[in-house]
T-cell receptor, first 110, second 116 residues
Framework: RKEVEQDPGPFNVPEGATVAFNCTYS??????FFWYRQDCRKEPKLLMS???SGNEDGRFTAQLNRASQYISLLIRDSKLSDSATYLC???????????FGTGTRLTIIP | DAGVIQSPRHEVTEMGQEVTLRCKPI?????LFWYRQTMMRGLELLIY????????DSGMPEDRFSAKMPNASFSTLKIQPSEPRDSAVYFC??????????????FGEGSRLTVL
């Protein structure tokens, strides 16, 4: 089983819709969780950290489910500019090493 | 503030040649990471350093790959000899180990390597 798994997509979603991605991880001792966004031919950039209690940043909501070992990202009222690949990243306990999923490709359709 | 700076941005070389990729992390960041990204395998961690010391190189594919960090502001990833399967985008990232952004990776723009 891969350490971090994501549905690669593609997700083709109409503008204004709500879309959600999940990401599962295998190491139950993992402590830190992140969502990164990567535009075509660009570097990944941090979108948001994922806290145990869940967190929201504008149209974006991230949640952690430790029991089932997954994190999720919800995007409401999607915009054309949300089109990108979304990578989840997880690190182990006491470990700076971040393992990335292969990414979920999202395209917002006008 | 300058971000992570990588060079070269693009390199095309022939099989068997030596390739050296360079990285300047963000000043004050204690950790430096080298990742490789391909369509098939996604982002793979090759090696990371903490305070210039290699901590985990388990992702380095084989002896053809080596990485150094002689000081806090410079790191190299060397491939010798290069092979076509090494073609990928190589990202360097740095991270602070304390403060609000602790654990967050800041990536350079990447070095796109093509080995013919």
């Amino acid at each position: 089983r891969k350490e971090v798994e994501q549905d690669p997509g593609p997700f083709n979603v109409p503008e204004g819709a709500t879309v959600a991605f999940n990401c599962t991880y295998s190491n139950s001792a993992s402590q830190s969780f992140f969502w990164y966004r990567q535009d075509c031919r660009k570097e990944p950039k941090l979108l948001m950290s994922v806290y145990s209690s869940g967190n929201e940043d504008g149209r974006f909501t991230a949640q952690l489910n430790r029991a089932s070992q997954y994190i999720s990202l919800l995007i409401r009222d999607s915009k054309l500019s949300d089109s990108a690949t979304y990578l989840c990243a997880v690190n182990g306990f006491g470990n700076e090493k971040l393992t990335f999923g292969t990414g979920t490709r999202l395209t917002i359709i006008p | 503030d300058a971000g992570v700076i990588q060079s070269p941005r693009h390199e095309v070389t022939e099989m068997g040649q030596e390739v050296t990729l360079r990285c300047k992390p963000i000043s004050g960041h204690n950790s430096l990471f080298w990742y490789r990204q391909t369509m098939m395998r996604g982002l793979e961690l090759l090696i990371y350093f903490n305070n210039n010391v290699p901590i985990d190189d388990s992702g380095m594919p084989e002896d053809r790959f080596s990485a150094k960090m002689p000081n806090a502001s410079f790191s190299t990833l060397k491939i010798q000899p290069s092979e076509p399967r090494d073609s990928a985008v190589y990202f360097c990232a740095s991270s602070p180990t304390s403060g609000r952004a602790a654990g967050e990776l800041f990536f350079g723009e990447g070095s796109r390597l093509t080995v013919l």
